[in-house]
């Protein structure tokens, strides 16, 4: 599979708060990135296992849910 890892916003103090937070608001699933080790930490991977519309869609959902600000 293709992974994206990216930075969790500064607002978070960790990987699996803002995962939990990110499903709670929007549905989308990602892996904190403790998961993978302390180097991870301040991180969550995205496994990009749907089309690009649908990727695009969960996107948009992201960044009309206001979690990212």
């Known amino acids: 599979?293709?992974?994206v890892?990216?930075?969790?916003p500064p607002k978070y103090s960790n990987s699996m708060d803002f995962?939990?937070?990110l499903?709670?608001?929007t549905g989308v699933i990602c892996t904190p990135g403790s998961s993978?080790?302390?180097l991870g930490e301040?991180?969550?991977r995205f496994a990009l296992v749907?089309?690009?519309?649908?990727i695009n869609e969960l996107c948009?959902?992201?960044?009309k849910s206001g979690i990212l600000s």
């Open 19 to 21: 995962c939990i937070d």
């Open 42 to 44: 301040g991180y969550v």
């Open 50 to 54: 749907l089309s690009p519309e649908k």
């Open 5 to 8: 890892w990216a930075p969790i």
């Open 1 to 3: 599979s293709m992974f």
């Open 36 to 38: 993978f080790g302390p």
């Open 23 to 25: 499903m709670e608001k």
């Open 60 to 63: 948009q959902v992201i960044k």
